[in-house]
């Protein structure tokens, strides 16, 4: 099989499997999803079930951006998430989470970069392997949006942080029939507050974090 006809067939599985997650995916309102070369497919969202969730470490990521030399904006992400969630649509002030992710598992474009940074003069990853957010307060803003108030501790330094939450969607797996939310949350720290002091101002202080999350409903 030629490297073109192998990439077609994996887009075509990969449509197959959205296809799958539609049906699959109880609700009342949808939202389209795309899949490149192919026309939108419609997941169902809207019903989203209550109760114990944990972190599905392997489509879980945290990304960060700063600003480098004030000219480009330098990501890098970290991976190996782990937490609970619970879940409550009717009363998402009752709602609550807790994340970890190793500092050992950042990682940039360049591995020079991302083994510097887990070296003293940066994120300390021997002596701080682990950084944690908690959440201490849910608040609506609308039927898929939330600001989620919390405490992140990074670097040994615990300071509060909101971040942005939206959902995404929720349904059956059709891989392993697990039961599955996913949110998108932003927010922005200053890295200064935690002790990363290093190279500013050519590296920003700002640093803006996405974490997107996928969790599977305990049993």
């Known amino acids: 099989m030629s490297v073109e006809k192998a990439g077609i067939a994996m887009w075509k599985g990969h449509y197959a499997l959205l296809v799958v997650a539609s049906m699959c995916a109880g609700g009342l309102e949808t939202q389209p999803a795309y899949a490149a070369g192919f026309q939108p497919v419609v ?46 649509p009717q009363h998402p002030e009752k709602s609550h ?18 083994r510097m940074l887990m070296e003293k003069d940066w994120f300390e990853a021997r002596t701080y392997p682990v950084a944690e957010f ?11 949006v939330a600001t989620i108030s919390g405490k992140l501790t990074l670097h040994g330094v615990t300071h509060p942080v909101t971040l942005r939450a939206h959902f ?25 507050a935690f002790g990363l002091t290093n190279a500013l101002p050519a ?17």
């Open 97 to 114: 989470v807790s994340l970890k992710a190793p500092v050992s598992s950042i990682t940039t474009t360049t591995g020079d970069v991302s």
């Open 134 to 144: 908690i959440s201490t307060e849910v608040t609506s803003n609308g039927p898929s």
């Open 203 to 219: 590296v920003g202080d700002d640093v803006t974090l996405t974490v997107s999350g996928v969790f599977e409903k305990e049993h």
């Open 168 to 192: 995404v969607g929720a349904g059956e797996n059709p891989i392993n029939h697990s039961y599955d939310v996913g949110f998108e949350a932003q927010g922005i720290i200053q890295r200064s």
């Open 43 to 88: 997941i169902r969202s809207q019903h989203v079930e209550e109760g114990p969730y944990h972190v599905d470490g392997l489509r879980t990521q945290i990304v960060f951006s700063v600003s480098c030399l004030g000219m480009s904006w330098y990501r890098g992400f970290l991976s190996g998430v782990s937490g609970q969630l619970w879940l409550d």
